[in-house]
């Protein structure tokens, strides 16, 4: 029997790096909320054609971190109000689940706690936001549900700009990431799926709140 007529896929290439080199500033802060985006620097800064720039923002814009307008050009995400009220209700709903379900399987904490333990090490807000993800992201991998893994991760993102935004200005963050995250670990390691969904939705509850202060 022949092999199917089907064409083999692309590379990942030039524009996947792209939009990682672009993503990867834009959740360093180095890239503020608003700045446009304009494929003739970027393409030169990156050593990059403009068509390979192009499909990354594309990809950048799937994942909510830009926003393209024609005529308007390309620019990264301001979380509006509403944007800020819909990740808050979405994401409070996917950590209580994530965080009941990983007390309830009583599984390894051992990558969870690595996590706090660089968090006491970070000097930076940009380094504490980033491994405030990678907490989350250790706390969805011990749930061993893989349909929620990928809720989380297609709103990953966003979440990060969300954080990013809820700690600018704000020097009480670095005194509180690291005992607020040890706390969750905690409640983790008793087993019990009712008082780790409350942690969770206190713990976020209080990032809400200070984002919505500042507006």
């Known amino acids: 029997m022949p092999p199917p007529a089907v064409r083999p ?16 500033a834009i959740l360093a802060g180095e890239l503020a909320a608003g700045t446009a985006l304009k494929e003739v ?22 994942e909510g971190l830009v926003v393209s307008e024609w005529h308007r050009g390309t620019w990264v995400r301001e979380l509006t109000p509403e944007d800020v009220d819909e990740l ?23 990558p969870i706690d690595e996590v706090v333990r660089a968090m006491k090490d970070a000097r930076t807000d ?21 349909r929620l893994r990928e809720a989380w991760r297609a709103i990953r993102c966003q979440v990060h700009l969300f954080l990013l935004a809820r700690v600018a200005d704000d020097p009480s963050y670095q005194d509180i990431v690291v005992p607020e995250h040890a706390g969750l670990a905690a ?11 409350c942690a969770a939705e206190e713990h976020l509850r209080g990032s809400y709140v200070k984002l919505v202060e500042k507006r």
């Open 187 to 197: 409640v983790l390691r008793t087993g019990d799926p009712a008082a780790a969904g």
């Open 126 to 146: 940009a380094e504490r936001v980033a491994l405030d993800m990678r907490f989350h992201d250790a706390v969805y991998a011990a749930t061993g549900h893989r």
């Open 88 to 110: 808050y209700t979405l994401r409070t709903s996917l950590d209580v689940l994530a965080m009941r379900t990983a007390a309830a399987k009583a599984s390894d904490l051992g």
């Open 9 to 24: 896929v692309a590379r990942r290439g030039v524009a996947g790096e792209a939009a990682d080199r672009i993503r990867d």
């Open 41 to 62: 620097e970027l393409a030169s800064v990156l050593g990059v054609s403009r068509g390979s720039v192009r499909e990354g923002l594309v990809v950048l814009e799937s």
